[in-house]
């Protein structure tokens, strides 16, 4: 992937942008976009909303997280950058360096618009680190105006230079183009590669087939030469264009990670697709038929829209990586501002990458884990702790003594077995509906049931004219409950023209033991939160024009009907790492 305007529109058009096709979640999608004003370079860079230890270069756009990799003791994290300016354009993969994922150091783009086979963009891609130690990316190369796309490798000049800063692009690119009758402009972002057990390497290229998304397979023995598989590996009716795939396994039972090419009856099989259409990702788990080279989703993964997703927030064009060093497999995903284009231009920047997860298998097998990598805790400074304060219906209680703009809460509330069964019905015609419709009826203020809303006030100003209420309803269904977790940005901003959804997503958890956690990471203008230890993650970008700095509040809260407790929260501030 490769190409993305702002949110509204109606700036863009005030500034006489171009940008084509239509809004969908907060995001224009367009192979061709600001040809005016990609190459403005950012004078001054604002720093009201800028996070603080959420990665983000300097100054510019960025977009995808590309082909991430652990290498001879470093990490090496590429992504799409515009170097020239803070709206998408002039794609290059910028390469920054690290030795524990938090702190970062910038070097050289690693690959940029120089050759006849990526003359007009260089797209997202990934790192395949092969045997003999031999990294090499796969990418999208844009060849011509009409956005027909190829696929290229790249190779490090120097395998003895520590950070691999300059990569070479081979004449005999590219690798792959596409073939008679397929669509040349919804052909790209090559995966990882994994090797069968016929000694073959493969990768997947995302595309579409009319309304159908594919993942397209192919197989090579020496990285070099590549055929296309008679069949996909994978493909649905009705969800539109495939972007940025990953496919991997995961252990059924365990923690560890796997590098991407093991295979055998202990692992299932996860594939990730990135929607065109809805700007939001998807994943099943499964089983990968190594005879027919097939994947078939699990009956208990929905494949399609409403399928699982790794963040039911802003969180787009992930990618995952194994990182061999400490056995876990590490995702990063790209989340885009939800403000305007006008905004991103005055500010000079747009676009974070969100704190990299670690990725493992829930043991009930229908789902995945997702926890921020434990590097981050280095960050924590200044701790408030609190245990045992009961909120009733109404209670808003602050947590002080940490910095609430940049903070990481940990928090677990319990309750009483008897307002479980206090908790309010879930109405039968919500079924048709997903989590962020149901949300955005019962918000955080809406009373009507017993156990919930309760949670934190996220980025909230003294008076509560702007907050992001990150929190959990309790519903009733017949013998069982479900539990509906929300990051509501609604009331985040007095400002005019933003994108401010009732993200949400439904947790499947046993609250046998009375209790649900949550963890929220709050860095200025992006809470990204983990419900029930990850199970349901959801990312909010809010800009507050109140709660901002040292104005900002942080409070815990209970409007429902039932009282809860709160069991253990901790609060730290979070102090900036070391970005050079």
Known sequence: MGHFCSEKILWVLALGFTCVLVSINGVEASHKVYPDYQSLTASNVGRLHRTAYHFQPKRHWINDP???MYY??????FYQYNPKGAVWGNIVWAHSVSTDLINWTPLDPAIFPSKQFDKYGCWSGSATVRPGNKPVILYTGIVDQNNTQVQNYAVPANLSDPYLREWVKPDNNPLIVPQAGENKTAFRDPTTAWLGRDGHWRI??????????????????DFLKWTKAKHPLHTTAGTGNWECPDFYPVLKQGSYGLDTSVLGPNVKHVLKVSLDVTRYEYYTLGYYDTDKDRYIPDDTSRDGWNGLRYDYGNFYASKSFFDHSKNRRILWGWANESDSAYDDVTKGWAGIQLIPRVITLDPNGKQLLQWPIPELESLRGENVHLSGQVLKKGDVVEVTGITPAQADVEVTFSFAASSLDLAEPFDPTWKALDAQDVCGRRGSTVEGGGLGPFGLLTLASENLEEYTPV????FKAGYQHV?????????SSLMDGLYTPSFAGFVDVDLTDKKLSLRSLIDHSVVESFG???KTCISSRVYPTLAVSDKAHLYVFNNGTEAVKIETLDAWSMNRPRMN
């Open 532 to 534: 029930a230890r990850g």
């Open 471 to 474: 929190f959990f309803r309790v």
């Open 483 to 491: 539990v509906l977790m929300c990051s509501d940005a609604r009331s």
């Open 66 to 68: 590309n082909g991430p």
């Open 204 to 221: 997947l290229l995302g595309g579409k087939r009319k309304h159908r998304g594919v993942a397209f397979l192919y197989r090579s023995r």
């Open 72 to 77: 001879n003791g470093v990490y090496h994290l």
